[in-house]
């Protein structure tokens, strides 16, 4: 492969979100996507709420899992996929306003694991930013089936 | 409250996941509720999947999330609601079709904290069932708000 | 290899649990392993204390690590050594006395990475076990260097 | 209480560690505590040895199990002690020689819960530092019986 048909890692991870049915669904967006790192988007809306109104920890969960994992995906071999092994994630602060921002990183890369670890932090209407959840991770390498 | 109106934990379980926009969304049921545990049902669809068609791991974190948190809502103070400290989920297989059952367990109620455990397991559409993902969780009771 | 040299589970365990410096001082030794599980014990004692006297968490972290890794050990290729990815650790009840057994289970045997399980549990001097600690692990087989 | 008796967090990090038997086992020492750190160094011995020669698991997730639960400690209500709800830590790399320092930080300080990072790095002979192991844990504070 050539330089100029190299994937950037803003194309890998497009390409693989694009896929995602529950992303699209729940409206994550890509924000940026350098080599190691990748930051993701969601606004907030009834799609992604608890029974208090606040953001969903299931949906800020989803969103640092495929943050660090799309940070993974950047130091992936070319033609690889990545599956998430395991994560942790603490929760900090509940909202129910504005969004969620995830930037996912990676700790290390090695052969056949990836560690990584993503913050995720609430912007509100007014651009405050609160750190409300924070993961560790561990994934995998494994082959694009697509 | 007399006894007649005590919420069961069906009922409990049931007033809250109806109140989730999120589990709505995804298409999450009540499967059973008992003092202690909860169980929970996800059909496969195209709103759980992931970049290569299996349940995305979002979908299966957030299903075990709530899956602890419910066990944990029925040994709560009746009134209470609650949030999710943290969560630690280990991915043991990938599915794409049938459903997937969560099921949460009380492991130990205190007073300010509710550790939990959760199985999810795939039921295949022959019936077969195959452990995917195990989680362990901290639950604090919290003030309803609703 | 014939059979009558190929190493049982608990061939395996002893002769690695042997070369662990910091179990011989803390004090574990094994109790039982079989294929996919492991069990261990560690009397309490000033070595293993915090500072208001109860098991150190690290002292439960510890035995709850290498009762997993070892149920891995078990099920790992013949000659592979193991080694510990991450672990996630919950602690249930503090005790200061008796003695801690960890009983590790392997969940899942991949090719790549094991997936072990953890109770640790507190035997008090009249034979009382009460639940101290839950544990995930992500384990790997890798070269044996001795 | 007046200035002169308000114990600082240097003070109070080191009258915790004088009474953790296990930690004096070991050989961990503080290198430094402030408002929401705390630095705990532990020199390489056979003490704190696995089976294959380097650090063990069991001390890597203790020092860091202290050390963010000091971290905590500096921001708990004086009097008061602290205890470990749970943590999760990820492994990066193994080494058989030098020191550990690990340092835990707060990244939220609640009433009830007190949420921990610590990153673990080994320091070679030479000086030169490498990130081995990071943490996630959830602290509460406790009576302090001593």
Known sequence: MNADTTPTPTDRVEASLARQGMMQ???VHLIAATSGSCELGLPYSEKVSQQQGSFHGGAIGALA?????????????????????????NFLSAKS???????GRVLKAGRRLIITSAEVFHVAP??????CAVMQQTIAPVDKQY
Chains 1, 2, 3, 4 share one sequence.
């Open 97 to 103: 306003d504005g969004a969620l921002h995830a930037i």
């Open 25 to 27: 669904q729940l409206g």
């Open 126 to 131: 007014d651009g405050h930013r609160t750190l």
């Open 65 to 89: 899992d495929i943050a660090g994992g799309y940070a993974a995906l950047t130091v992936a071999p070319i033609g690889a996929e990545v599956t998430t092994v395991e994560y942790k994630i």
